[in-house]
């Protein structure tokens, strides 16, 4: 449930962002339900009547059915009169005064997610311009629910693997690949533009690090600490510059700087430093 609520506000959050940028009126959309072929409606934003809230449309049936059984943008001039989609949701459709509609799968993985639908009150093409900011409406969804994704699998990966208080850090393959996942999901945290989401994301990878109360006098910056997770990971500072989308020298500089911080003379030392602060899985 707390997935679909999250799912939910992503579309929620889409949905505004794209009758911001399009002008559209009205924009509607929802997340497939879980075990069931078909979308319910759950986020309704410029409608001016109820009949779109909680309608369930079924994959290959109506336009936004259509899209989720393609997993591609479709797109009607006349909802009511048109010959390519089929007609088991014209009264709600109508009742909204709708007649111009486009509806663009979010797709994770090859699976449709959700749908998003932008629409006119008028009989008109709705252009690509229109088309294109639906479309990446729909991909700001995906890449959110991507990083959820991964940050639960993650987390229950790794929690049967977290060392008791006071243990020794975990090793061995399956926890080198907790720590390059963390330090992955550290380098796309900066990336997210939803604040909310970014937080959260970050939050979920505190969770991946040892359950020490205290980092014993140590005050990364965030910066410092992506860079110290992938020398965890073991890559050189010219793969961090390359992951982080930073110079090398920039990179060094942060090393040097965290180093000093966790009183280090190595990277190695470093990485250690920073396991025993609680600071990195």
Known sequence: MAADVAGAVEISGALARLRRVTGLPVAF???????????????????????????????????????????????????????????????????????????????????????????????????????????????????????????????????????????????GPGWERVREAHAALRALAPRIVDPALRAELLAACGLLTAPEPAARGANLAPRELDVLAWVAAGATNAAVADRLGLRPETVKGYLRSAMRKLGAHTRGEAVAAARRAGLLP
Do not use: F, M
């Open 29 to 171: 959309g929802g997340l497939v339900e879980a075990g069931r072929p078909r979308v319910r409606i759950s986020e309704l934003s410029g409608t001016s009547t109820p009949a779109l809230r909680a309608l369930a449309v079924t994959s290959g049936n109506g336009l936004g059915g259509k899209a989720v059984a393609l997993a591609r943008p479709c797109a009607v001039t006349d909802y009511s009169s048109s010959r390519q989609i089929t007609h088991e949701y014209d009264v709600p459709v109508a009742a909204e005064g709708l007649r111009s509609v486009l509806a663009v799968p979010v797709v994770v993985r090859r699976r449709v997610r959700g749908v998003l639908y932008g629409a006119l009150r008028s009989a008109q093409p709705l252009g690509d311009r229109t088309l294109s900011a639906a479309v990446a409406a729909a991909r700001d969804v995906e890449q959110a629910l991507v990083v959820r994704d991964e940050a639960r699998g993650l987390l229950a990966a790794a929690r049967p693997q977290l060392p008791a208080d006071g243990g020794p850090a975990p090793s």
